[in-house]
Every structure is written in C-alpha cells, then in structure tokens.
C-alpha cells in the first residue's frame, strides 16, 4: 500500500482502534483504568476525525473494511477477524456520524464484544443495533447473509479440492478408504456443564415422550367420536387441553398444530353433536387465554428448540383475545429471541385487531411502544395513523422517531401536517428522521415544506450534520427549482464571515454533486477557491462524484 491520504489514514487509525478495543476490553470490566483508557483513546480519533468530516463511512467485506476504495483492515483469519465479525450477520456498510458521543461509542464497543458464542443470546449484531437505536451510527444490512463473494468464495474452494483430487491418486485412495472405513465416535475434550446435562436428559425424555403422545392424540381423536356423555367428554376435552400444554412446554409447536388441525376438522365436518362442537371449540379460546400465552412467553425465553416455522404455523390457530396477554409478555422476556418472536406473533395477530393492538401504545415501557409502533408499521394498515398521531409527544425521542419513521412508510395523504411538527422536535435524530420521511415521498408539496424549512431563520443554527442531512434530501428531487435554489444558495453573498453559513453553502455543494448535472460544475470551481476549508472539500467532492 502506497502513502496514505490524511483521510484514509485516520480510517485506518480507528478501524486499528476498533480491533483493539474488541480484543482488548473482554479482559476487564468497565470500571478498570486499562478498560477507561482505551476507551478514550479511541473514541478521541473519532473526535480528530470529526474535526475535518461529518461521517466515516465503511465498506464491510468478508475480509476486508475499506473507505474510498481504499482498503483500511484486512484479515483472513476465522477468529479475531473485525470484518468477518459483521459480515457474517449481514453487515455491508458501517457509517459513524459527527456528533457520536462518548455513551454511544461504550455502547458500540459492548456489542462489539458480545460473546454470541457462549452466551444465552439466540441474536446477532443487527439486532442489538436496532434495540440501541444509535442515533450517530448506521449500518446498511444485506438480507441475504450468505452473499454472492461468498458463494464464489465457497464454490472456488471446492473446484481446487476437486481438481486435487482428480489429479493426487494418493488423496483419492485415502478418501475411497475413508468411505470403507468403520465409523469412530468423536472424541469429547470440551468439559459438559450440569446445565448441559440437564438438556440432554430433557431432550432424551422429549424423544421418548413424543410416540406416547402422538398414541393419547389418536386414542383422544377415536373417543370424541365414540363417546356421548356430556361429562366425558368434558373430561376428553380437558385431556386435549393437557397435551397441548405438554407441546407447548416441550417447545414442540408441530404437534401442538396437528392436535388443533385434528379438532378444527371435526368441528367443521360437524360429524358429532353440537354440543360437543361447542366443547371442542373453547379450546381455541384456551389457548388464547392469558395463562396459556404466558406459558409460551416462558418456552420462547428459554434455551428451548424451537422451528420457527412452526410457532408461525401456531400462531394461526389463536384469535385476538391474544393480543394483550402478547404484548404484556413482550415486555417481561429478557432474550432478545423470545422478544423478535412475539414481535413476529403480534404482527400476525395485530391484523385481527388494529385497536386492540394499539392500545400497547399506552404502555409505561418505552420500548414495548417502540415495538407495538414497529409491529403497526409490519402491518401497514392505513387505519394505523390515527393511533400513532396521538403518541408524537411521546417524551421518549426513540419512540416519536419510530412514528414518524412508521407513519411515513404507511403513507397516507395527510401525514404531511404531522411530518412537518416532527421537523421542530427537539431532538435532531427526530427531525432528521422527518425530513427523511419527507423526501421517501417526493410529492410536490413535501418538496415545498422542506424548502421553506431550508430557508428559514433558524435553519443555520443546526448542527452541520442535520445540515448535510436536510440538504441530501431536497438533492432526491432533481429538478429545475431545486437546483436554482441550491446554487443560489452556494453563491450567497454575506457581508462578513460566518461560519454558519458556509457550513450551509458546503452542504449545498454537496447536494448538487448528488443531483448529477454536470452544468454546476464551474460553480463548484469556483467555489473550491475559498479559504474555508470545509466548503472547499465538500465541492471538490462534489465534482469528482460528476465527474467520476
């Protein structure tokens, strides 16, 4: 690698940092001087970064991070790989943002040194990003985890074995033996824990379990048809009940599907008395019961098995009484598994009942509001808006950006009234976050909202970042009136220095190299002349991109 530029080199300095930091703090606890210091020390090439750039952003690869282009970390190891630790969860790109604050940072290397190897989380990064809801650090997330540069990597390591193969006679005679071979069971050198114990045992007591199971499903099913009076077959009624209860327990939703399919059938062939039909379907009402779904909440945060697939198949089965019993829970569960699941079983259920399930917006809990906000945006029912209207005073900032961010993604024709509240919030992450909502719509006039805002007295005052942020998103229109503006905007003349104001004209410059028209140009120039160092590196910025 060639000499670095000043840029690339601070990168490189604070991607260095990062791998320090991760291998480093697992050692000591958050109050050690060792853990303080490193901490600080690279937090402080942050804040030197900063000095002469609103953002870092960083390509994630399999085995390399760049910025620019440039390549600033490089490893091919399995273990201690910092670019392998996020592409493996599906991490494509990672942009830290001027105004990151030394919590937010704490918090980030936290993550960073989350063991999800040895620890009771079923999640990965993605996920304790999103419950962090860092407001100076985005990621962009491929949902497809195993990439193509993957495939390619795995499909070029099979042809060199094969073509080895093919070509050593030796190595295929070992592999024919290897195939002749008597199989060995491996040998164990890690130590099992009493814990360890304690699941195999249950999941030999599951296997042996479940042929006896499925035998009470069938003698159940033959005597709801043989039998006539009432109190038995109250008393079958109550043993369905009872081997639901085991399923759930166990975590085995398949077969709780199968009893439940098994009654659904009867009771819509109608081939016993109704009576009886009746009978049979109180148990759908049990199992939307508050004590039955708390029993869930307790399988679904445990170290159960479970196919998800199946619990998604069991959701079906419930009705809407479920909805509160789910969404009490939802605050209860302390894994981040057993919460992802009943986020996904409120978005099925939610359906059913919008109001019911707006009513978890009232909760105490900031992030149960979060997540009922996040579910109702899951669903994308119009009917929606009117519930997450009323909660924009919310007094957390997380939860009025998670509206705004929902309602905007619903769409509705008068969420323009409530975007253009969020843009006075008094928090900038919910101010950035509406006026990102305004461009996602590109209408007309949400273009003339933002441009009002744009021009208004207070505009300067705002941090450079929700700057650039305001002005990259008026560059989404593209046509005749913002670019007038926007150059109009970059020749401003001021009668004394302000910086302030050549903040603003450096963000313009920066939206017109977005916008693509090459005619603004010898603007951007001239405007590489000025003294004012930022201005000068946000248009040379501008004309490499319209040039490039």
């Known amino acids: 690698m060639g000499t670095l530029s000043e ?15 991760k291998k480093l703090l697992k050692m000591y606890p958050s109050n050690n001087p060792i853990y303080i210091k490193t901490v600080d020390e690279v937090y402080g090439k942050f804040k030197n970064l900063f000095d002469f750039t609103t953002e870092l952003p960083l390509k994630i690869h399999q085995n390399e991070i760049t910025f620019n282009n440039e390549k600033v970390y490089s490893s091919q190891q399995k273990t201690d790989n910092l670019a392998l630790f996020f592409f493996k ?6 942009t830290f943002l001027k105004g990151l604050n030394a919590e937010e940072f704490e918090d980030f290397i936290k993550i960073l040194n989350t063991d999800f190897e040895n620890t009771s989380l079923d999640d990965d990064i993605v996920t304790l990003f999103w419950e962090r809801d860092f407001e100076h650090i985005k990621y ?3 949902e497809d985890v195993l990439s193509d540069e993957e495939t390619q990597s795995y499909e070029k390591i099979y042809e060199e074995i094969k073509n080895k193969a093919c070509s050593d006679d030796n190595l295929t005679k070992a592999f024919n033996d290897g195939l002749e071979a008597e199989e060995t069971p491996p040998s164990i050198s890690v130590p099992i824990s009493e814990d360890d114990f304690k699941h195999i045992a249950a999941d030999r007591e599951r296997e042996k379990m479940q042929p006896k199971i499925d035998k009470i499903i069938t003698i159940l099913y033959e005597l709801i048809f043989n039998v006539k009076e009432k109190l038995l077959f109250s008393e079958i009624v109550n043993f369905i009940e009872s081997a639901l209860d085991y399923c759930i327990k166990a975590g085995d939703f398949k077969r709780a599907c199968f009893i439940l399919d098994s009654v659904k059938s009867i009771i819509e062939d109608k081939a016993i008395e109704d009576e009886n039909i009746r009978a049979l379907e109180k148990i759908y009402a049990t199992i939307s019961s508050e004590p ?4 869930i909440g307790k399988v679904i945060d445990s170290k159960t098995l479970i196919e998800e697939k199946e619990f998604m198949t069991f959701l079906k089965q419930l009705n809407k009484t479920s909805i509160p019993s789910f969404i009490e829970i939802m605050g209860e569960l302390k894994s981040i598994r057993g919460r992802r699941m009943v986020i996904d079983a409120l978005s099925i259920l939610g359906k059913l009942d919008i109001k019911t399930l707006a009513k978890g917006l009232n909760d105490s809990r900031w992030f149960v509001v979060r997540n009922i906000i996040s579910i109702l945006g899951k669903i994308a029912d119009t009917g929606s808006i009117e519930f997450l209207t009323k909660i924009m005073s919310h007094p957390d900032q997380r ?25 006075n919030d008094e928090d900038s992450s919910v101010r950035i976050a509406a006026v990102k909502t305004l461009g996602n719509t590109k209408t007309e006039p949400a273009k003339k909202v933002l441009m009002v805002e744009l021009s208004s007295k207070d505009f300067p005052l705002k941090e450079l ?8 998103v008026i560059a989404n229109w593209q046509d005749q009136d913002v670019k007038d503006f926007l150059l109009s905007t970059l020749n401003r003349r001021t009668f004394f220095w302000n910086k302030r104001y050549d903040e603003i004209k450096a963000c313009a410059a920066n939206a017109l190299g977005m916008m ?14 000025t003294r004012n160092a930022l201005l000068k590196n946000f248009a040379t910025a501008a004309i490499k991109r319209l040039t490039s």
């Open 7 to 21: 840029d690339v080199r601070h990168a490189k300095e604070i991607v260095d940092g990062l791998l320090k930091a």
């Open 89 to 94: 969860d599906g991490i494509r790109e990672l």
């Open 140 to 142: 962009l997330v491929d």
């Open 292 to 295: 039955f779904i708390l029993e």
């Open 399 to 423: 939860v009025r950006k998670e509206v705004i961010k929902t309602i905007g993604n619903i769409g509705s024709l008068n969420i323009l009234q409530y975007i253009k509240i969020a843009l």
């Open 465 to 472: 970042t929700e700057k650039k942020d305001f002005y990259e």
């Open 516 to 529: 693509g028209d090459k005619e603004v140009i010898p603007f951007l120039e001239k405007a590489t002349n």
